[in-house]
């Protein structure tokens, strides 16, 4: 699921809502979801009239990370704001693995 784009009836966002896009399909990778993300918001999500709109972003934590990554620049943020965006991030635990117990 990494980025659900979703169009709701409410600012709580507590219905299913209508699937305005998905990106990104199975990559898991925060770095490549948010360049995903930001790609679309500048081309595609600019356009949508302002609503109530979830932007679920699953993703995995990286291995052995420590620190970096990117980020989301000023023009899309506001772009999020100004549409009525608000984004969500869901942490998986790492696809794959075995359990080593």
């Given amino acids: 699921m990494p980025i659900r784009i979703s169009k709701h009836g409410s600012a709580e966002l507590q219905d299913r809502g209508v699937e305005v896009a ?24 600019i356009g949508l009239e302002p609503g109530h709109y979830g932007i ?14 990117e980020s989301l620049s000023p023009a899309v943020m506001k772009v999020i704001a100004e549409k009525g965006m608000m984004l969500y991030f869901s942490e998986y635990s790492a ?4 359990d080593e117990t």
């Fill in 22 to 45: 998905w990106l990104c399909d199975e990559d898991f990778e925060l770095s490549v979801q948010l360049v995903a993300l930001s790609s679309w918001v500048l081309s595609e999500g």
């Fill in 56 to 69: 679920d972003i699953g993703f995995g934590p990286r291995e052995n990370a420590g620190g970096g990554g």
């Fill in 95 to 98: 696809f794959g693995e075995s």
